[in-house]
C-alpha cells in the first residue's frame, strides 16, 4: 500500500509509537498517509483508538514476522 512517509517505530514500548507517531503526523498534510511500523502488541489498539479520536483514518493494517503495519490517512 502508497504511503507517503515511513515511520519505524519497531523496539519501542507503549506509548512511544504513539508519541513518535504524533510528531510525524504533525508533519504531513491532511489526506496524506503515514506508514507505521512497530513491534509492541498493543499498538494495534493504541493506534486505532487515537486515529479515530484524532479524526484521522485507519486505512488497513497487517501483521508480518512479529512486524505490526499500520497505514493511516491524516484528518
Known sequence: MYSDKVLDAKGLA???P???TKKAM???ESGQILEIHATD????ND???????????LR????EDGV????????
Open 26 to 28: 504533525n508533519e504531513l
Open 41 to 44: 502488541k498493543g499498538a494495534k
Open 68 to 75: 505490526l503495519k499500520f497505514w493511516i490517512k491524516k484528518g
Open 60 to 63: 488497513s493494517n497487517t501483521e
Open 47 to 57: 493506534l486505532a483508538a487515537w486515529a479515530k479520536s484524532g479524526g484521522h483514518e
Open 18 to 20: 504513539i508519541v513518535r
Open 14 to 16: 507503549c506509548p512511544m
